[in-house]
């Protein structure tokens, strides 16, 4: 057994200074900034979320602006079987976490555990 959930909304910025867009999607959506350089590098940037929300990431990149999804699980390679088995694609394996593909061309990320296990959202698969 293996649980997984939608983990974060990721806003993929095709930007050269993060700070800018960060703060523009702060006001527009209501959201302080929780960390505005989360890995150190100056790509990631985080927006407030309660415990029971997926995070709001940003995401310094060099491809078209766009928005993806993270899925969270507690075991990687379990998920991504799973989700292959459904007909998604592997990518790339980037950090510690998998680019894949849907069948339908869309993007999404599936990235190790985030958050302890919080409400009803979360699945569980055999």
């Not at 979320?49 to 999804?69: W, Y």
Request: hydrophobic share 40%; glycine share 4%.
């Amino acid at each position: 057994m293996h649980k997984s959930r939608v983990s974060a909304f990721v806003l993929d910025c095709r930007v050269d200074d993060l700070a800018a867009a960060t703060q523009f999607w702060s006001q527009a959506l209501g959201r302080p900034v929780t960390n505005s350089d989360q890995d150190g590098d100056g790509k990631y940037a985080e927006l407030r979320t309660d415990t029971d929300e997926p995070f709001l990431l940003l995401q310094r990149v060099d491809h078209e602006p766009r928005i993806h999804l993270d899925i969270e699980t507690d075991d990687l390679d379990a998920e991504v079987a799973r989700l292959e088995a459904l007909g998604a694609k592997r990518v790339a394996f980037i950090k510690r976490w998998w680019v894949m593909q849907a069948p339908t061309g869309h993007r999404f990320c599936v990235v190790r555990k985030q958050r302890e296990e919080v409400g009803a959202h979360l699945n569980e698969w055999p």
